[in-house]
């Protein structure tokens, strides 16, 4: 027998959900549910899920757009306002109202801008302090360095001036025409003359100290009997003649060409000792070596930046 046109096609049917509870509640049922929705009101709600709610409301009614049929809105409309346009005729005028800033705490108004002006200005003048210590200790290693390279320079100019001065006095004696001992200081050359007067101050201190400690005599004046002879006075002391000859002999007068000399700075100095050096002897004091012949091939410059 054929199918019928009418017959239902299973395979295609469309059931709807079936109901997850009962179609009516039984009085137990409808009792328990009371309960549970009396319990639930009667609960009081801690503070944290009343902040919360209250939150979520909020944030509810700012997503919301003004509706069409509030006045605002109407009133907005008539002026060409439409769902979604800035306010204002500027195309980068605001399209979202200003958010709200709900204030928690009891302080006054513009109470938590004075507090962030304040950390503000703690963490600027932080700031300066850093940035001031840093340039301070920048400043104090830059001036031990410079002190350190000036000591240096100094240690150099005196070893330059003395091997001058050694490489002079061999000169001297090779020719047979050895300086004197008592030669003028302003006979000296000024390159290290300074060594030399150095010298001579130190012998002039040394004199007067053992004059003074050894002349008592001389400082303590007696009374001589004037038919003594020199040499009794002298043997017995009763000598009315200084013995700290030294004192009467100060040392030449300012030397105004050395005072010009040593009043450059220690590199113009050093430099032209060096010169001297190379020119005269040619030795470099930085190489430790006397070369045969000006040229002074192998030497790799005149500084101590040169050789490094």
């Given at each position: 027998m054929a199918e019928s046109d009418d017959e239902d096609d299973y395979m295609n049917m469309i059931f709807e959900d079936a109901p997850k509870g009962p179609k009516?509640?039984?009085?137990l049922q409808r009792a328990a549910r009371k309960r549970k929705e009396g319990e639930a009101k009667a609960r009081q709600?801690?503070?944290?899920?009343?902040?919360?709610?209250?939150?979520?409301?909020r944030e509810a009614s700012l997503a919301t757009a003004l509706p069409e049929t509030n006045k605002g809105f109407?009133?907005?409309?008539?002026?060409g306002f439409k769902q979604g346009d800035a306010l204002g005729?500027?195309?980068?005028?605001?399209?979202?109202?200003?958010q709200v800033s709900v204030k928690e705490d009891r302080g006054g108004i513009g109470l938590e801008s004075d507090k962030k002006r304040k950390i503000?200005?703690?963490?600027?003048?932080?700031?300066?302090?850093?940035k001031r210590s840093k340039e301070e200790e920048g400043d104090y290693l830059e001036i031990r360095r410079q002190e350190q390279k000036d000591k240096k320079l100094e240690r150099d100019l005196d070893s330059a001036q003395r091997t001058a001065e050694r490489l002079t006095e061999k000169e001297a004696e090779d020719k047979g025409t050895t300086e004197p001992f008592?030669?003028?200081l302003k006979d000296i050359n000024?390159?290290?003359?300074?060594?030399a007067r150095r010298r001579v101050e130190?012998?002039?201190?040394?004199?007067?100290?053992?004059?003074?400690?050894?002349?008592?005599?001389?400082?303590?004046?007696t009374l001589a009997d004037e038919d003594e002879d020199n040499d009794s006075k002298v043997a017995l002391g009763h000598d009315l003649t200084p013995f700290y000859t030294s004192l009467e002999h100060d040392l030449e007068d300012e030397d105004p060409e050395l005072a010009e000399f040593d009043a450059l700075p220690v590199t113009e100095r050093l430099e032209k000792v060096l010169l001297h050096l190379r020119g005269e002897f040619h030795y470099c004091l930085y190489c430790g070596h006397q070369y045969p012949d000006a040229e002074m091939e192998g030497c790799p410059g005149v500084t101590e930046e040169d050789h490094d």
């Open positions: 009516f509640e039984t009085s709600k801690t503070k944290s899920e009343r902040e919360a709610e209250a939150e979520a409301a109407k009133m907005m409309a008539k002026f005729k500027s195309e980068n005028a605001r399209k979202e109202p200003i503000r200005e703690q963490w600027a003048e932080a700031e300066r302090e850093a008592d030669k003028p000024v390159l290290w003359r300074s060594r130190i012998q002039h201190d040394k004199q007067q100290r053992r004059e003074l400690d050894n002349s008592l005599a001389s400082r303590l004046p």
